[in-house]
C-alpha cells in the first residue's frame, strides 16, 4: 500500500467531488480515495501500481466534465493558496453578461418590429443554450458513464426544458405574452443559477482563503550570514550549522539556538500565546514561525525547515482533510439520498395537483419549481466547511487537531484521563531536601544522583541535572539504562549506581525503610551502599482548577494517574476536586488502568500527557491529547491532538471547539431543510403563484449565507467562564 497526496482544483461543488471520490475508489489499483473539497486535497491509498496524473486524469474526466488541474503534493507545498476568482468563473461571467444584454435587446429592441414573438424566443433560446449548455454536458456524460445520473444539474436542466416546453405549447397556440414568459423564465433560472454558482464559489474561495491564511505558518526567508555578509535565501535552503540573524519584526525561519543577543519573541502562531519571552543564550531553544518582537538574536540552525515544528503543523493541518469526519459520510449519503427524492416528489406534485384540478400546465411548472427549490449545495458545502474552519480556529488557538475525524471523537468525550508531572504540575522540579546517611557527604550523594540521572529525559531527571555539565559527567559512565516509572542505573567511574523510588533501589538488595515525606522521593546506592535520598516538589499549574471547573461544566469526569505516593495523591485530589485518582502506578498499569476505564463506558476516554513519557496511554485512548508538544517529534507522532505549549485549559478548549463545529453543521442542516420546506409548500399551494426565479433566488442566498456561518466558526470566541 502507497499513500498519496495531490493538490485537485476545479470542482463546482462537493457532489463533484464526492463523485469522483467514489468512481476512484472503485478502480482496481486503489484501496480508497478521499477528497476535501475544503482543502483541494485528494488523498489517495494504492494497492499496488501507483498511477500517474496522466492516469488519474483520464479516469477524472470519465464522470467530471469541468477541467480538473491535478498535482502531486509534497510537504514543501504543503498548503495551497486558493484563488478567489478562477479562470472559469471570469469565462462564466462573460456568457452571463451575453445573456443579459440579450434579454434587455428582447424586451426594449426587438419587441418594437418581432410581432410574431418567434424572433425573441430564439434569442431567449440561443441565450439559454449558451448558458446552460456546461451543466447539459455535466448530465450526459453522468448518463453516459451512468454515474450520479441524479444531481443537481440533472434538477436544473429538466426544469429549463421544462419552462422551454411550456413556452413552445403556448407560443404555438399563438399565446406569444405566456409563451414568451415562460422561455424567458427559462433564461432567468439559467441565469441565476450560473450567478449563484458564482456567488457560491467566491464565497467558498473567500472561506478556504481565510482558513488557510489562518494556519499558513510559513516564513518567507532568512537572513543567512555567508562569507561575512548577510543573504537572503528561502528558508528551504538552509542547512544543520548555519547562522541566520534574525531581527525586530521578523520571523525566525528555522529551529535553533541562540549563539548571540537577545530578543523578546512571540509564540502566538504555534501556541496561541501572544505574551512575549525573553530568549538569550542561556534560554536558547527557538522555533520557526516564533516573531521577534524587539532585540537582536544570531541562531544557529539545528533542523532543516522541512523538520521544523511549523513545517510538520503545516504538514499534519494540511492533511487532517484524508480522516473523513461522520459529516462527511452523513453529506455523501445525503446527496445520494436527498436529490432523487426531490425528483420523486416533483413528479407526485404534477401527477396528484393534474390529477385533482385537472390544471396540468400549472402542476407542471410547480414540480419543475420543487427541482429548482431541491438544489442541496447550501448543505453539502457549508457543512464541510463548517469542520475545516474548527480546525483553523484550533490552529490560531495553538492546537492541532490532526483531522476532522478527530472532532467527532472530541464530541463524544465523557473522561479525561490525565498524568500529573508535566501536564498538571509545571515539571519544574525543585529540591526540597537533602538527605545523606550518617557518614556520606551531601556532595557525594549528589553527585552520583548526577552522574545517574544526566542521561535520562523525565523531567524529575532535567530537575536534579539543571545547571550541570552533562557532557563531562557522561564522558566518565558506561552501561545507562532507565527503567521507565522506576528508576535509573549507571556505571560511573567503574561504580554501579542506582537512583530511583524505593522499590527499586530495594529490588538491587538493599534494605531500606520507605520515609515519609510531602512530594517525590529518589532514593541512591553506590556499589551496593545506600548513600541517602533527596525530595523534590512540582508546583500545580495556576489553570489546572479552572480546567477542572470548566470539564464539570460539561459533565465530563476527570481522573489522575500517578506514580506519586497514595498520602500526597489523597492531597492532590482534595485540592484540585479530582474525581477519582490512582496513585503509585507504573506506567504499564497506567495503561491498563485507562483501558479498564473504557470498557466501563459507552463515552470516549481521552488521554493527556506530555506524548513522550505517556505515549503508550496516548496511543491507546479514543483521544490522545499531547501537551507542550512543540519541537518534540514523538508528540506529534503519538497524539491525536497536539497542544503546543503547556496550558490546561488548551484541552478545554479543543473540546468547546468541536460542540462549535458540530452545533454550526446542524444548525446549517436544519436551517437550509427548513428555507427549502417553506419555499416548497408556497411553490405547491395554487393560489400563491411563485416565479420559478425565486427559489433560485432563496437557494443561492441560502448557500452564501451558511458558507458565511461556516467561516464565522473561524473567528468563534471561546467561552471560558464557569458557573
Avoid at 562569507?227 to 525586530?248: C, R, T, Y
Avoid at 504540575?425 to 538527605?435: H, W
Avoid at 516509572?485 to 524505593?502: M, P
Avoid at 485512548?621 to 503547556?646: E, Y
Amino acid at each position: 500500500m502507497t499513500d498519496k497526496i495531490y493538490h485537485i482544483s476545479g470542482f463546482d461543488c462537493p457532489s463533484c467531488a464526492n463523485k469522483v471520490e467514489m468512481f476512484l475508489s472503485k478502480q482496481e489499483d486503489i484501496e480508497k480515495c478521499h477528497i476535501d473539497f475544503s482543502t483541494n486535497k485528494m488523498f489517495i491509498t494504492f494497492k499496488k501500481n501507483i498511477l500517474s496524473i496522466e492516469e488519474l486524469l483520464v479516469l477524472i474526466s470519465k464522470v467530471e466534465s469541468d477541467p480538473i488541474f491535478l498535482k502531486e503534493s509534497s510537504r514543501k507545498i504543503s498548503i495551497e493558496i486558493p484563488k478567489l476568482f478562477t479562470k472559469e468563473m471570469r469565462f462564466l461571467l462573460v456568457r452571463i453578461v451575453f445573456a443579459l444584454v440579450v434579454v434587455i435587446a428582447n424586451m426594449f429592441i426587438l419587441n418594437r418590429f418581432d410581432d410574431s414573438g418567434w424572433i425573441r424566443f430564439t434569442a431567449y433560446l440561443l441565450t439559454t443554450t449558451i448558458l446552460i449548455y456546461d451543466v447539459a454536458w455535466k448530465v450526459i456524460l453522468h448518463l453516459k458513464n451512468r454515474q450520479n445520473i441524479i444531481d443537481h444539474n440533472l434538477l436544473i436542466v429538466v426544469a429549463v426544458l421544462g419552462a422551454t416546453v411550456l413556452s413552445i405549447i403556448y407560443m404555438s397556440e399563438n399565446d406569444i405574452d405566456k409563451g414568451l414568459d415562460f422561455i424567458m423564465e427559462g433564461t432567468m433560472v439559467t441565469g441565476l443559477f450560473q450567478i449563484g454558482q458564482i456567488v457560491e464559489k467566491f464565497a467558498t474561495n473567500k472561506s478556504k482563503l481565510a482558513v488557510t491564511n489562518a494556519i499558513q505558518l510559513r516564513v518567507e526567508y532568512a537572513n543567512l550570514i555567508k562569507n561575512d555578509a548577510i543573504v537572503k535565501v528561502n528558508p528551504e535552503q538552509l542547512v544543520v550549522g548555519d547562522v541566520v540573524v534574525i531581527s525586530a519584526g521578523e520571523m525566525i525561519p528555522i529551529d535553533g539556538e541562540v549563539m548571540e543577543g537577545n530578543a523578546y519573541i512571540n509564540k502566538s502562531s504555534l501556541t496561541g500565546e501572544s505574551t512575549p519571552v525573553l530568549v538569550d543564550v542561556k534560554n536558547k531553544e527557538v522555533f520557526a514561525g516564533f516573531l521577534v518582537e524587539s532585540g537582536f538574536i544570531k541562531v544557529k540552525v539545528l533542523k532543516k525547515y522541512e523538520d521544523s515544528a511549523v513545517s510538520k503543523i503545516v504538514e499534519l493541518i494540511a492533511s487532517s482533510g484524508g480522516k473523513k469526519s461522520k459529516a462527511d459520510g452523513f453529506i455523501a449519503r445525503f446527496a445520494r439520498i436527498y436529490t432523487p427524492i426531490i425528483v420523486l416528489l416533483s413528479i407526485a406534485v404534477f401527477l396528484i395537483g393534474g390529477l385533482i384540478t385537472s390544471d396540468w400546465r400549472n402542476y407542471f411548472l410547480s414540480g419543475l419549481e420543487i427541482l429548482v427549490t431541491g438544489c442541496p449545495c447550501a448543505i453539502v458545502i457549508s457543512v464541510p466547511l463548517a469542520f475545516f474552519a474548527a480546525i483553523g480556529l484550533a490552529s490560531k488557538r495553538g492546537i492541532v487537531i490532526k483531522g476532522t475525524s478527530y472532532l467527532d471523537e472530541i464530541n463524544r468525550i465523557g473522561k479525561v484521563i490525565s498524568d500529573k508531572t508535566g501536564t498538571l504540575t509545571k515539571g519544574i522540579f525543585s529540591i526540597q531536601k537533602i538527605s545523606p546517611v550518617k557518614g556520606v557527604k551531601k556532595e557525594e550523594l549528589l553527585e552520583s544522583l548526577y552522574a545517574a540521572e544526566c542521561l535520562s529525559t523525565h523531567p524529575i531527571a532535567r530537575t536534579i541535572c539543571h545547571d550541570i555539565d552533562v557532557k563531562s559527567l557522561a564522558a566518565k559512565q558506561v552501561d545507562f539504562k532507565e527503567t521507565t516509572g522506576l528508576g535509573v542505573t549507571t556505571v560511573y567511574e567503574g561504580k554501579r549506581i542506582y537512583a530511583g523510588n524505593i522499590s527499586y533501589i530495594q529490588q538491587t538488595g538493599i534494605a531500606i525503610k520507605e520515609v515519609k515525606e510531602k512530594g517525590i522521593v529518589i532514593y541512591c546506592q553506590k556499589e551496593g551502599k545506600y548513600l541517602g535520598y533527596i525530595v523534590l516538589n512540582d508546583e500545580i499549574k495556576e489553570e489546572v482548577h479552572d480546567m477542572i471547573k470548566l470539564f464539570h461544566k460539561e459533565k465530563i469526569e476527570v481522573i489522575l494517574l500517578t506514580g506519586d505516593k497514595k498520602e500526597n495523591a489523597s492531597i492532590l485530589q482534595k485540592e484540585l476536586g479530582i474525581d477519582y485518582i490512582y496513585s503509585e502506578l507504573t506506567p504499564s498499569e497506567k495503561v491498563e488502568l485507562l483501558e479498564k476505564e473504557m470498557l466501563g463506558t459507552n463515552k470516549n476516554v481521552a488521554f493527556v500527557g506530555d506524548g513522550i513519557n505517556d505515549a503508550p496511554s496516548i496511543k491507546r485512548s479514543d483521544v490522545g491529547f499531547a501537551m507542550g508538544a512543540i519541537g518534540s517529534d514523538i508528540a506529534v507522532q503519538n497524539a491525536d491532538v497536539v497542544i503546543m505549549n503547556d496550558n490546561p485549559i488548551k484541552v478545554y478548549e479543543s473540546i468547546r471547539i468541536a460542540r462549535i463545529a458540530k452545533n454550526t453543521a446542524i444548525f446549517n442542516i436544519v436551517f437550509a431543510l427548513l428555507i427549502k420546506i417553506i419555499v416548497a409548500i408556497l411553490v405547491i399551494i395554487p393560489t400563491i403563484n411563485i416565479p420559478m426565479k425565486v427559489p433560485i433566488i432563496a437557494d443561492t442566498g441560502l448557500t452564501v449565507v451558511l458558507v458565511i456561518n461556516s467561516l464565522l466558526v473561524l473567528y468563534r470566541p471561546i467561552n471560558l467562564k464557569k458557573k
